[in-house]
């Protein structure tokens, strides 16, 4: 079993930054996506960044230019730098992981974590 936990959020004011932080725990796995998703109030989920273990990274338009996503392998956690936050930055912010588990034969799964709320005040 593969548990991811974030940690990072809280309430910002807006063109403030914030730094969030997931990591995996678990044994014998592999990841090769971590990411982040948000939800805002009656919204749906939206991807904002993801990175994979080759640190290739993809981010949102919305995010794109004053967002960071990165990686520690070795810690098995994935950062996301916000900057210049807005009110539409406002969400829960969910981390999300893929890879492959398992001793004896490889099982590929995908975990999301508890989420963390961010919200920014204008």
């Known amino acids: 079993q593969v548990q991811l936990v974030e940690s990072g959020g809280g309430l910002v004011q807006a063109g403030g930054s914030l730094k969030l932080s997931c990591a995996a725990f678990?044994?014998?796995?592999?990841?090769?996506?971590m990411g982040w998703y948000r939800q805002a109030p009656g919204k749906q989920r939206e991807l904002v960044a993801t990175?994979?273990?080759?640190?290739?990274?993809k981010y949102s338009d919305s995010v794109k230019g004053r967002s960071t996503i990165s990686r520690d392998n070795a810690k098995n956690t994935v950062y996301l730098q916000m900057n210049v936050l807005n009110a539409e930055d406002t969400g829960v912010y969910y981390c999300?992981?893929?890879?492959?588990?398992?001793?004896?034969?490889?099982?590929?799964?995908?975990?999301w974590g508890q989420g963390t709320l961010v919200t920014v005040s204008s």
């Open positions: 999300n992981a893929e890879g492959d588990r398992g001793i004896w034969y490889r099982v590929s799964f995908e975990v």
């Open positions: 678990g044994s014998d796995f592999f990841i090769n996506v």
């Open positions: 990175i994979t273990n080759d640190g290739d990274t």
